[in-house]
Every structure is written in C-alpha cells, then in structure tokens.
Nanobody
Framework: QVLLVESGGGLVQAGGSLRLSCAASGRTFSSYVMGWFRQAPGKEREFVAA???????YYVDSVKGRFTIARDNAKNTVYLQMNSLKPEDTAVYYC?????????????????WGQGTQVTVSS
C-alpha cells in the first residue's frame, strides 16, 4: 500500500509558475513509476507527465518545454515544476504510482492515487 499526498497547488496568473509535490509513504518508492495526471471540470482525467524508476521522463505534447517532472528517492517525493502556465492548464492535478515496470499514460494502469491539488490559472 502506498499513500500519496499532493501539495503546491494554487491560483496563479497566466505566465506564472507553480511547483507541485507528491510525498509517498513506504520504503519502496524508488521501485515505482510515478505520474502526474490532471482533470478539468467536465473532462476526463488525462496524462501530464511520468518518470521512470531510472529517471527517464515523459510528457504530453501540450506541456513539453513548460513542465518538468523530477523525483527525489531519498525524500520519497516526486515534483512537477510548471512554468509558463496557461488558463487551459487549470485542473485538479493528481499524483499516481505504478508498481509494474514501464512508463504508461493510461489512467487505469496506475495502482495508487493521491487526493489531488487544485491548480487555477487566471488570464
């Protein structure tokens, strides 16, 4: 069992930055693929970024060059640095963990989820 707790969301103007954090419980954090997803009102949850156990990162096209995912295995934490934010980035952002090897973008293939943190970008 892995407990994930997100933090760092908030209200920011377009062009601004936020850094989301996701703290994980347990002693096997380094063995998990970690992902960030988001869900806007009335829309399905969508993949944003993921990081493999070895540190390889993957992004949805709409955030490439603006968002950076990173992990600190010593702190059991994964981060999402979000720069040049746009109003369309407004959503609840969720952290997720996958226990099986391999980075995937499919919601149903992640085993554990956080409660989410709200990100609102004003124009």
């Amino acid at each position: 069992q892995v407990l994930l707790v997100e933090s760092g969301g908030g209200l920011v103007q377009a062009g601004g930055s936020l850094r989301l954090s996701c703290a994980a419980s347990g002693r096997t954090f380094s063995s998990y693929v970690m992902g960030w997803f988001r869900q806007a009102p009335g829309k399905e949850r969508e993949f944003v970024a993921a990081i493999s156990r070895s540190g390889g990162s993957y992004y949805v096209d709409s955030v490439k060059g603006r968002f950076t995912i990173a992990r600190d295995n010593a702190k059991n934490t994964v981060y999402l640095q979000m720069n040049s934010l746009k109003p369309e980035d407004t959503a609840v952002y969720y952290c997720a963990a996958r226990s099986v090897i391999g980075v995937v973008t499919t919601v149903s293939l992640y085993d554990y989820w956080g409660q989410g943190t709200q990100v609102t970008v004003s124009s």
